[in-house]
């Protein structure tokens, strides 16, 4: 049976260091247009980094999990621009996609989906073009390459494959600390 540590890592002390040097760089990040969470889009070297932005954020909306962080979803988006570069009509599939679906936006919301701040509003759009080749793409793809990265799977209280640790009985059975003793 696996046993978790509730007890905190960090102090005040160690929070108020760690807040006096993040504050500046964030202020500074923000204050001259530089999003900290956007570089990664500007590495893209086929599709437009709007789109690289608008699939993240498509990700985030058809997989939403709020204790993963924007890494795992970029991990997840990064290759997008690979495959476009190798092949004309996935690059057509994705720029035409995110063109209807920034144009869904904006004759809803005004703005495009990147930008409309509302989750449920998001969802509206994207249930709108779910049977769209364009969607099926994306959530096919995503559902791969989200769940099948193992730096994701201790987030989920997935330990692993247990065939090489003896198999299930060995490795697992005995975890289940939900249900009562009898």
């Not at 893209?44 to 909306?61: H, Q, V």
């Not at 990265?149 to 939900?178: C, L």
Request: charged share 25%; no cysteine; aromatic share 10%.
């Amino acid at each position: 049976m696996r046993e978790i540590d509730r007890r905190s890592k960090y102090d005040r002390r160690v929070f108020l260091k760690g807040a006096a040097v993040t504050a500046p760089a964030v202020a500074i990040a923000t204050s001259t247009g530089l999003g900290i969470t956007d570089a990664w889009a500007e590495g893209a070297t086929t599709l437009t980094p709007a789109t690289m932005k608008t699939l993240l954020k498509m990700a985030r909306d058809i997989y939403p999990h709020d204790f993963l962080g924007d890494s795992y979803y970029i991990a997840a988006v990064k290759p997008y621009d690979e495959k476009a570069a190798k092949d004309p009509a996935v690059k057509s599939l994705i720029n035409d996609g995110v063109t209807r679906l920034d144009q869904a936006a904006n004759d809803r919301h005004k703005m495009p989906y990147v930008q409309v701040a509302w989750e449920n509003d998001r969802v509206a759009l994207l249930q709108q073009i779910e049977q769209s080749a364009f969607f099926q793409k994306i959530r096919g793809d995503l559902i791969v390459s989200i769940y099948n990265n193992k730096e994701v799977w201790p987030r989920f209280g997935y330990e692993g494959s247990s065939a090489e640790h003896g198999g299930y009985i060995k490795r697992g059975f005995a975890d289940i600390d939900w249900l009562p003793k009898v």
